[in-house]
């Protein structure tokens, strides 16, 4: 948690180095760190090629498709009570009563969270951060900044992460090796599901930076509006 | 007298035959359209052994053959250029229109290869008969990972509904493309877009080989 919290000083002042040095040409209004981000894009994408991607095609290959539904379905049981805490900040309760539902089924009839009961029983799955709550409450997204090993973010949801972290359960919980093996398989989880994406990426992007920042932000606010943005004008 | 209304009668249905029946091929709802398109293209991908072997060549020609002839592809160049399409000359319009069409079908082709246990669910669609602009949503399912949603936007055409723009997880392509392009053609004009889209699918061209 400490070494997070570092990381992020370290970007913040970081970027504001690379915004401080301008860059030639177009700036997007977004994104005024972008050489800094840049940077940071470069070394995560050669983390990811050479550590992180081989290691989720490892994980694909060596464990069949059972387990690791159990994987994605226990990690995602503890990331639903999260979740109903955001919903409830951002004023619905009805949507929290779904997230705290599932996590009653789920962690019992589901088997610690192993089976999705709930989504079967028609309570969906609810995609909750705090960045999102923040969104909510007005907080407008600051600057795109892309941080190391965590990949892209805006400045307030990069913020937000620090909540995010002291809230999660997992870290709360006494025994050091069983957070740290579930610290690797969300990270080994989310990573194996982008397997794929990651193909078409490198081939429908002209620059995978901005393809992927781009992206990035329209994703967010269409997660603010849980799925329901305003649809923008459209010009031809 | 009766041979003659027999004539008339046969006439009249002749002719009712030939301008319904079109009608009704067109009359196809989006979402059923949709449904139709996916499924076919989905059962190839799922019984093709070249394709299941990573043929990227043959599918691109499914892809080419069973989902083009339901996608108005030059509205969705227009939109994914933006204000400037209307300032390209015709043959730059052509050029951009070609150059995009190959990079969409390699990385739709690219992303169908993925496709193994995915399973598309069709959300409740309602739509009012004069609507001639509709959002077809779907999930696309699959075991061990959140659900992703792909959502087509549909116009009507006289031959039939059209899609000219998917959004991935909420992310239209249209507009994530819109910023690329604007960018590129700001930095380089036109044609510095058709170049960077050319060298694109041509370096693609190359790593197949």
Redesign the interface.
Known sequence: MTICRRLLVFCFLFGLMGGASAQE??R?PRDPWEKFNRGVYAFNDGMDAYFLRPVAVGYTEAVP??A??W??NFV?NIGDVWTAVNNLLQGKPANAASDVGRVLINSTLGILGTFDVASEMGLE?N?EDFGQTLAVWGVGDGPYLVLPLLGPRTARDGSALVVDLYADPVGYYHSVPVRNVIGGLRVVNTRS?L??AD??LE?????KY??TR??YL??RT??VYD?N?PR?A??? | MKGQSMKFLKACVSLLAAVSFPVFANDIAPDAMIKQVSDEVLQIVRSDKAIQAGDMKRISEVVDAKMLPHVNFTRMT??AV??D??SATPQQQADLGAEFKT??V??YA??LS?YR?QQIVFKAFKMKPEETDVLVRTDVRQ????PV?IDYNVMKTPDGWKIYDVAV????LV??YR??FG??I??NGIDGLIK??RD?NRS?EQAKK
């Open positions: 040409g177009f997007d498709l059972p690791r539904t994987v994605s995602g799955k995609e599901q397997l794929g193909r078409v081939t429908a992007a002209l620059d901005t393809y781009d992206f329209k994703r269409y997660l799925g943005p923008e459209e010009e031809e | 227009s939109l933006g204000r399409w209307r990079l969409l390699r990385s690219g992303a993925n246990d075991p061990g990972a959140q949603a997880a909420g992310v239209s507009t994530n910023e690329e960018r590129e700001r930095a960077s889209l694109k693609a």
